[in-house]
């Protein structure tokens, strides 16, 4: 029975890890969502090829311990609706927990982390905006209604924002404020 038991779990130790993906890649595909998505691979050859310089340098430094980045940005009002929902539907099955909210007339964003290996680090890095049209129309030109950024790995709170303001994904300045 324990033998059984062990087997049942080791089975399911990768869809657990997955589950965060899996909730939120329903709105991959979808003509209404732009989605970015960057694997542990496109990190890895990033600091490969991150240059001489010492900027450089510092960024492959940062990107080599990230497993994933996924991104979902919609303009669609259901649609962010919906994300609302993931989010905290996975919120409920996971252990992250808020590390800090902002709430103003051009925005809402919240930043959800998993305890990593020190205070300066974490596993896993969450953060939902919603209610930017406004902001973000002022920043890219266009509008959009809701934005979900996962980022999984050993991530280092003290540099990630400048790893998502060299991507500019909206909401990211807001990252600034995450380090614990």
Do not use: C, W
Request: charged share 30%.
């Amino acid at each position: 029975m324990r033998k059984l038991i062990l087997i049942i779990a080791i089975a399911l130790v990768p869809f657990i890890g997955n589950a965060q993906t899996s909730i939120f890649n329903s709105f991959d595909g979808n003509d209404d969502v732009t989605t970015i998505s960057v694997s542990k691979k496109a990190f890895q050859l990033m600091a490969k090829f991150g240059g001489a310089s010492d900027e450089a340098r510092e960024y492959a430094e940062m990107v080599k311990n990230l497993d994933g980045l996924k991104v979902f940005t919609t303009e669609n009002k259901s649609i962010a609706t919906d994300m609302q929902g993931k989010v905290d539907k996975y919120l409920k099955s996971s252990s992250l927990y808020e590390l800090f909210s902002v709430n103003d007339k051009d925005a809402n964003v919240k930043i959800y982390v998993k305890e990593g290996r020190d205070e300066d680090h974490v596993k896993e890095l969450l953060m939902f905006v919603n209610g930017i049209e406004k902001h973000a129309g002022k920043i890219e030109g266009r509008s959009a209604e809701a934005v979900i950024v996962s980022l999984t790995g050993d991530i280092d709170l003290n540099k990630i924002a400048e790893l998502t303001e060299g991507l500019n994904i909206s909401g990211s300045e807001h990252l600034k404020n995450a380090k614990k």
